[in-house]
């Protein structure tokens, strides 16, 4: 039987899908997963399909046999889910963690709410963050990046050290001047290159901006909360730049390192846990890049991406209320 579905004016019929739309941002993520392959070898390889066929597998058993649902993992999403999480692990990580990780981002953070569409939080972030906090020394044991082909061949056996983050948090624990951190670490257009230790999502920010350009272009997402996570993370360290640069280092080193323009371009623009308007979206871009830099700067840990966006996650429903755009035909209440 044919179901007639009835609803009000306007009606706009689009081409987008969900399947159109995650295969838009896991092509976007093209040039970041060979930038990773290329510093971090066979580690990064490991880890990204353990990652990803995890997913897709829990997904597709969760769906079929504890929601008696039929399972959609072509749709890409299970797919994408799994690529982002690899994306902010070390590319040394252990297997069974791996699949862990994939576990509690599609069982808890996406399935237990009823799947695509009604899970409050990012699902890969959920699933970095238990890692993160189950296992802390696995989970910041950060590989050094390396183009020598034959180093490239190692999983686990890497030559692993401190980001550029944990340097900075270091040195403001120990009182040291920024001048003298920054002999010590790469610059500028070095971390812009990749050249830093990390996860695969955090290096190569040339890759990253370069799959922002094509979601834009082919409006997969829009500006909105992007520029404004990026904006605001510069306006407030460049602040505290200006204020005392012996103290605090400047904007561009926190925009190219740790998972900022990751989580600003890719995670933070998820559809299912982002703002609906284009307003919301500001506020919670500027309320994600706040919390990052204060985090960074006085919290426990020397990232806070990942924190930020499931703060914010928290508080979308909220901003989706107070944000709502005005109804079709509206007349104002002062008039």
Known sequence: MNRLIVSPSPHQLGSNSVKKLMYGV?????????TSIIFFGLGAIVVMLSAVISCILFEYLIT??????EPTVMDGSAALTGLLLAFNLPSNLPIWLVIIGALVAIGIGKMSFGGLGNNPFNPALVGRVFLLISWPVPMTSWPKPSLIWEKMLAYTDVTTGATPLGQLAESMRNGESMSNLAERIPNNMELFMGYMGGSAGEIGGAALVLGLIWMLYKKVITW???????GSIA??????????????????????????????????????????????????????????????????????????????????PLINMYMKPKRFGEVLKNK
């Open 26 to 34: 896991l092509i976007a993520l093209i040039p970041a997963t060979l």
């Open 224 to 230: 909105h909360i992007p520029a404004s996570v990026l």
């Open 235 to 316: 306006v407030f360290t460049g602040i505290l730049w200006l204020i005392n640069p012996e103290i605090y280092i400047d904007p561009l080193f926190h925009l190219l390192t740790g998972g900022v323009l990751l989580g600003a371009i890719f995670m933070a623009t998820d559809y299912v846990t982002s703002p609906m308007s284009k307003r919301g979206m500001l506020i919670y871009g500027i309320g994600i890049g706040v919390l990052t830099v204060v985090i960074r700067l006085w919290g426990a840990f020397p990232e806070g991406v990942s924190f930020a966006i499931l703060i914010m996650n928290a508080f979308v």
């Open 64 to 69: 079929k046999y504890i929601l008696k649902k």
